[in-house]
T-cell receptor, first 109, second 117 residues
Framework: GQNIDQPTEMTATEGAIVQINCTYQTSGFNGLFWYQQHAGEAPTFLSYNVLDGLEEKGRFSSFLSRSKGYSYLLLKELQMKDSASYLCAVMDSNYQLIWGAGTKLIIKP | GAVVSQHPSWVICKSGTSVKIECRSLDFQATTMFWYRQFPKQSLMLMATSNEGSKATYEQGVEKDKFLINHASLTLSTLTVTSAHPEDSSFYIC?????????????FGPGTRLLVL
């Protein structure tokens, strides 16, 4: 079956760095997405990785290793507004998005 | 960036009534639209995938006669929850794939919160 695993909840301190991991097993691979979802709102797109390596976009970076079925989202210089759920999703061979359950990130002052 | 709108953003209705939710791509043609449901503190659950001009493909366990999807144009898809009941109360989110930008690009609407009394 298809499976996406990510931690349920993480806590970090304002100004610090946090890494949210995601491992996957899917039928085929057409890219991995990270979305941010604040409580009560729809997800917003953060990043897309289809090749191995690190993609940096401001304070957020996303890494992919296809051979290991592994990705992480790195958030630097954490701000209180970064408190949200972070969803990992993989696009399978049918171009369907397979969603992880999301990681709730709590930022403390 | 691409914008997807949903209307209404909030619906409160009595049990047994039908509710229609619209999803529009505002500045691109959406070859494929997706409807998701999300219960509190849970992840997104894909309900169905619709391609313009053809019947929607429903995920296992989703009743096609209860959740009617119409994707009549490249910019509009509608989800109608027929004979809604309290257990249908949820956050419904649509997303649209921009066919002109490649298969990977999918944009989300702001969601519609449905409360059935």
């Amino acid at each position: 079956g298809q499976n996406i695993d990510q931690p349920t909840e993480m806590t970090a301190t304002e100004g610090a760095i946090v890494q949210i991991n995601c491992t996957y097993q899917t039928s085929g691979f057409n890219g991995l997405f990270w979305y941010q979802q604040h409580a009560g709102e729809a997800p917003t797109f953060l990043s897309y990785n289809v090749l191995d390596g690190l993609e940096e976009k401001g304070r957020f970076s996303s890494f992919l290793s296809r051979s290991k079925g592994y990705s992480y989202l790195l958030l630097k210089e954490l701000q209180m507004k970064d408190s949200a759920s972070y969803l990992c999703a993989v696009m399978d061979s049918n171009y369907q998005l397979i969603w992880g359950a999301g990681t709730k990130l709590i930022i403390k002052p | 960036g691409a914008v997807v709108s949903q209307h209404p953003s909030w619906v409160i209705c009595k049990s047994g009534t039908s509710v229609k939710i619209e999803c529009r791509s505002l500045d691109f043609q959406a070859t494929t639209m997706f409807w998701y449901r999300q219960f509190p503190k849970q992840s997104l659950m894909l309900m169905a995938t619709s391609n313009e001009g053809s019947k929607a493909t429903y995920e296992q366990g989703v009743e096609k006669d209860k959740f009617l999807i119409n994707h009549a144009s490249l910019t509009l898809s509608t989800l109608t929850v027929t004979s809604a009941h309290p257990e249908d109360s949820s956050f419904y989110i649509c997303s649209a794939r921009d066919g002109g930008r490649g298969m990977e690009t999918q944009y989300f609407g702001p969601g519609t919160r449905l409360l059935v009394l």
